[in-house]
């Protein structure tokens, strides 16, 4: 077992420390984030496609110049599964879960060029 210099109660602190962190990051998110859930052929993917990353097969795509053109694109050329979301929040938890996990890729908007 690898040694990190914590305690175990230090460690459950930092831990709940962190997990605090996580609901105010949550609680700072948009309401009503809509856009563009996109699903690889290959549910284990992580990688970059036409500017969007993935992550365990599945992608996030904010609204914005160019969203809805890159969703069709991924869906057309290739055979992404592609699901307009109103509200990100509100898609089912194993959904909203895989997003949850990658929503720091959204800072990494594509751009279209």
Same mark, same amino acid.
Do not use: C, H
């Given at each position: ?12 602190k930092?831990?709940?420390?962190l997990?605090?962190?996580? @609901?105010?990051?949550k @609680? ?6 809509s ?10 993917y992580?990688g ?19 969203? @809805? ?15 307009r979301?109103?509200d990100?929040?509100?898609?089912g ?10 929503m ?5 908007i594509?751009?279209?060029?």
């Open positions: 077992m690898a040694k990190t210099g914590m305690t175990i109660d230090e460690a459950t930092r831990i709940a420390e997990e605090a962190e996580v @609901e105010r990051l @609680e700072s998110m948009p309401v009503g984030m856009g563009w859930l996109v699903t690889a052929p290959n549910k284990g992580t970059v496609t036409l500017g969007v990353m993935f992550r365990g097969g599945q992608a996030f795509i904010p609204d914005g110049a160019g969203a @809805e053109k890159i969703a069709k694109e991924l869906a057309g050329d290739f055979n992404y599964a592609v699901k979301v109103e990100w929040r509100n898609m938890q194993d959904e909203t879960e895989k997003v949850r996990r990658s720091i890729d959204v800072i990494s594509p751009q279209v060029m």
